[in-house]
């Protein structure tokens, strides 16, 4: 038996992961973000029914420039995890496994929450 230094597995700095693998993983963590997503929701429903100046508070917190950009970045983790469940919807279905397509539709979730996310924004400020 030889004494190799080498590495028993791919290291992260080596490996480089498929796109389809990096899909799957950011559908999982969006999934666990929109869990704290959900809990600012709640404060803020939880406010409004404690009265005006619980709602002032909450309103003054969440209108701040910080909590609003992490606001838009929410908003586009709700579209993506939106758009990538119809996808694995499809694929429940049987359809869109080979890897050309999987790709596709990846990049198509990603566009789609991007365009639906400004569209949501867009709205909610005009």
Known sequence: MSSDNRPLSPHLQVYRLPFTALTSISHRISGVLLSGGALVLVYWVIAAAA?????????????????????????FVL????????????????????????????????????????????????
């Open 51 to 75: 009265g005006p100046e619980a709602y002032a508070t909450a309103n003054a917190i969440l209108s701040s420039l910080p909590v609003q950009a992490l606001i838009f970045l929410w908003t």
């Open 79 to 126: 579209f993506y995890h939106l758009c990538n469940g119809i996808r694995h919807l499809v694929w429940d279905v049987g359809y869109g496994f080979d890897l050309k397509t999987a790709q596709r539709s990846g990049q198509a979730a990603i566009g789609a929450a991007a365009v639906l996310t400004l569209f949501a924004w867009l709205i909610a400020l005009v």
